[in-house]
């Protein structure tokens, strides 16, 4: 399977696992709880997808890389306790507290979750000391004599033999105990994960051109020479605020990440046509509806590459409109949310001023917890610390303190002066909304005229409607050419044609 049909089955597995019956008791119960083996190449995103899996949830995560440990973490460090049996007395060994497993009991101290995932990572690339620990993990779901918390579903990840030599096997009994799932890499879904964490639009419109250097795992006289899921990400990530700093991303700084010489050099090489494309085309001047006459005698000529790179920063250019419309969406309607909130604690409340704060400071509260639990994604983060700041800075000014009770009229001003940057917050909505609509508008003006309805057009319209951003934007603004395209082209199969083609030709 791949990692998104792993992820799928784990999540249905977590939600059967944690399912209570009417006395409120696991319909599965923990014995009958087989821990889940996933087993798939290194870099594939098998980590991501447990966060993914937690938040989407509402349950904790501990998350441990097992090749880090050593037996004494663990299992706990031994300690001598006397006991007695039949009158006499005895030393007997005990454990102090897996570290794992005090991990475990913080976790839900420190955010509250009592159910949640504890994923071990590289389970099978342990040493010869920790070995049996963690087949007595899987099998009892213990480290030494302390066994994992009631409501935690136990996940281990490890890699293959042909990615590791340390590896070990499994044995039957093992197996018999566990629920093991096997993942291969998929570039398509892939995309569909780069796409929500904004990877770099080079390195998207290199993948698609070269789809199979995506994951390349190969053996030859000077060593291993691979390319991974988390190479990319990572590059990505690096990339993006290179650019911020004007710090060039050349093929040694390339090859740091994507070990492997010749995909490399060919991604690096790609990365420069693709910023120079973007300045010689005049991305920003195209989605501004000012097209210069060289721009589309450059394109009729072009080869497929440069033509399907330049749909490629387009869509780039939109997709940063789109993010920009959906983050001052973010903060208007958590805004709204307060203000509706906020409108109706009033009815009852003997100081506005007293309500706005408590209100603040609940606010704050739920943001700190969902943080705690691990519930935001980075950029969910990002969306309620700016909301958080924007409600402190609109706090309704002290001007008038009320003596006699609580003051109707004063109330209501209370309310239209927290309301006021609200109604900034919502033209700057528009304006955003606006600005992606004219540039969507212009967009397809150039992709009718330079291309005159050709397989570009398939994959320029097959990205709009992929994309998390652009679906949710075309979704509430309506596009009439979008909609005329997207019933007309085939867009699955026509786009899959079309790559397939393109694959055979690089090959």
């Known amino acids: 399977?791949?990692?998104?049909?792993?992820?799928?089955?784990?999540?249905?597995?977590?939600?059967?696992?944690?399912?209570?019956?009417?006395?409120?008791?696991?319909?599965?119960?923990?014995?009958?709880?087989?821990?889940?083996?996933?087993?798939?190449?290194?870099?594939?995103?098998?980590?991501?997808?447990?966060?993914?899996?937690?938040?989407?949830c509402k349950i904790g995560l501990v998350s441990y890389t097992i090749t880090h440990h050593t037996r004494q973490s663990a299992v706990g460090l031994p300690f001598i306790r006397e006991e007695n049996f039949e009158g006499k007395t005895y030393s007997v060994t005990e454990y102090t507290m897996s570290e794992i497993i005090a991990s475990v009991h913080r976790k839900i101290r420190d955010s509250g979750q009592k159910e949640g995932i504890l994923f071990i990572d590289e389970i099978n690339c342990v040493s010869e000391t920790l070995a049996p620990t963690m087949l007595q993990f899987l099998q009892g779901k213990t480290f030494g004599n302390q066994a994992v918390p009631q409501g935690w579903i136990i996940v281990a990840a490890g890699n293959p033999p042909e990615y590791n030599k340390s590896v070990r096997d499994f044995d039957m009994v093992t197996l018999d105990r566990v629920r093991y799932m096997s993942v291969e890499t998929d570039f398509s879904v892939w995309k569909e994960y780069a796409r929500a964490q904004h990877i770099h639009g080079a390195i998207l419109s290199y993948l698609e051109l070269r789809p199979r250097n995506f994951y390349r795992?190969?053996?030859?006289?000077?060593?291993?020479?691979?390319?991974?899921?988390?190479?990319?990400?990572?590059?990505?990530?690096?990339?993006?605020?290179?650019?911020?700093?004007?710090?060039?991303?050349?093929?040694?700084?390339?090859?740091?990440?994507?070990?492997?010489?010749?995909?490399?050099?060919?991604?690096?090489?790609?990365?420069?046509?693709?910023?120079?494309?973007?300045?010689?085309?005049?991305?920003?001047?195209?989605?501004?509806?000012?097209?210069?006459?060289?721009?589309?005698?450059?394109?009729?000529?072009?080869?497929?590459?440069?033509?399907?790179?330049?749909?490629?920063?387009?869509?780039?250019?939109?997709?940063?409109?789109?993010?920009?419309?959906?983050?001052?969406?973010?903060?208007?309607?958590?805004?709204?949310?307060?203000?509706?909130?906020?409108?109706?604690?009033?009815?009852?409340a003997e100081d506005a001023l007293r309500c706005y704060d408590e209100l603040l400071e609940k606010k704050e509260a739920e943001i700190e917890a969902a943080k705690r639990a691990g519930f935001y994604t980075r950029r969910?983060?990002?969306?309620?610390?700016?909301?958080?700041?924007?409600?402190?800075?609109?706090?309704?000014?002290?001007?008038?303190?009320?003596?006699?009770?609580?003051?109707?009229?004063?109330?209501?001003?209370?309310?239209?002066?927290?309301?006021?940057?609200?109604?900034?917050q919502r033209t700057k909505l528009e304006q955003a909304e606006t600005k992606a609509s004219e540039a969507l508008e212009y967009a397809f003006d150039f992709m009718e005229q330079a291309f005159e309805h050709g397989e570009e057009m398939v994959v320029f319209v097959t990205e709009l409607t992929l994309g998390a951003e652009s679906a949710m934007f075309l979704s509430t603004h309506t596009s009439e050419r979008y909609l005329k395209y997207n019933e007309q082209l085939l867009i699955g199969t026509r786009k899959a044609e079309l790559l397939s083609e393109l694959t055979r030709d690089n090959i």
Not at 19 to 36: F, H, L, M, N, T
Not at 290 to 309: G, Q
Not at 388 to 413: H, Y
């Open 217 to 348: 795992v190969e053996a030859d006289v000077d060593g291993m020479k691979f390319v991974t899921a988390r190479g990319w990400e990572d590059l990505s990530n690096l990339m993006e605020v290179y650019e911020e700093m004007g710090l060039p991303v050349d093929e040694t700084v390339v090859l740091e990440f994507l070990h492997h010489e010749e995909v490399a050099e060919d991604a690096a090489a790609y990365f420069d046509l693709y910023r120079k494309y973007q300045d010689d085309y005049g991305i920003e001047q195209i989605l501004a509806g000012k097209v210069k006459s060289a721009v589309y005698a450059r394109i009729y000529a072009a080869a497929f590459d440069e033509r399907l790179s330049v749909v490629n920063l387009l869509l780039d250019g939109l997709r940063n409109l789109f993010i920009k419309v959906s983050e001052e969406k973010y903060l208007t309607d958590g805004w709204y949310a307060f203000l509706k909130e906020y409108r109706s604690a009033l009815d009852t």
């Open 380 to 424: 969910e983060e990002a969306g309620q610390r700016a909301l958080l700041g924007m409600l402190k800075s609109n706090r309704p000014k002290p001007e008038v303190v009320c003596e006699d009770g609580r003051d109707i009229v004063r109330t209501k001003e209370y309310f239209q002066a927290a309301k006021g940057g609200f109604d900034l």
């Open 1 to 56: 399977m791949n990692i998104k049909q792993a992820k799928n089955e784990i999540k249905n597995t977590v939600m059967a696992y944690l399912s209570k019956d009417a006395a409120g008791e696991y319909k599965i119960p923990a014995i009958r709880q087989r821990p889940v083996l996933l087993m798939g190449p290194p870099g594939i995103g098998k980590t991501q997808i447990m966060e993914q899996i937690a938040r989407e």
